[in-house]
């Protein structure tokens, strides 16, 4: 990680993302992951707000067997940290810059009095971590079809809407690669989703 000293850039990414506050927060930092750079894991708890604002990041976390969960890859206007801030530290996801990532970083400790009395924010934390929870559910509900867990998947968790690659669909939708591609099949006759090149599917819109 490494912090801009740009306040032109600063000023340009906080106008971008300020409906989200009620008061700007007296400490607000702009900061670079590289690709594959850790934001944060369980043994290391975010001590400040990230708030995404170019790029994108992988989450998951680890099941108690060792396996990787994948959660979801988040876009610009997500919030990270809301776990930690929510008391929930032990519960804290890895979260990985899937490319070159910029975000608004907000420290908890210098900033604790505004953030904790700003409505607009902590409505918006309460949303974030909301969701975040929410698709940790449907993607491991062992009652849902695989059928609805790639739609959800296309839908609700790929900002793009598509899958680029089978094999890395695998890990997330907790399935095999003939499970996957006889899904994927079906859902390409049904005219949901439409095949785009070798293992690239895209939501029909």
């Known amino acids: 990680m490494r912090e801009i000293g ?15 506050f009620r008061q700007r927060p007296p400490v607000l930092k702009l900061v670079e992951f590289e690709r594959g750079e850790l934001l944060n894991d369980p043994l290391r708890p975010l001590s400040q707000f990230y708030l995404l604002v170019k790029g ?18 988040a876009a610009a206007g997500t919030l990270l940290g809301d776990m930690e801030f929510s008391g929930a530290g032990s519960l804290s996801f890895y979260i ?26 902590l409505r918006f934390v309460l949303g974030q971590l909301a969701g975040k ?40 939708l907790h399935c095999s690669r003939r499970q996957l591609h006889r899904v994927l099949k079906k859902l390409c006759e049904e005219g949901l989703i439409l095949k785009t090149g070798r293992g690239c599917y895209q939501l029909r819109v």
């Open 6 to 20: 740009e306040p032109a850039k600063l000023e340009h990414f906080w106008g971008e993302q300020k409906a989200h």
């Open 56 to 73: 994108s990041v992988s989450i998951y976390n680890l099941t108690e067997s060792g396996a990787i969960r994948y959660i979801s890859k």
């Open 96 to 121: 990985e810059a899937a490319e070159t990532v910029l975000c608004l970083a907000v420290p908890f400790g210098e900033n604790k009095n505004i953030l904790e009395n700003d409505p607009v924010f």
């Open 133 to 172: 929870l929410s698709l940790s559910a449907v993607m491991t509900a062992s009652a849902q079809t695989l059928e609805e867990k790639v739609l959800f998947f296309l839908q609700k968790i790929q900002p793009d809407h598509e899958i680029s690659s089978v094999s890395h669909a695998l890990q997330p």
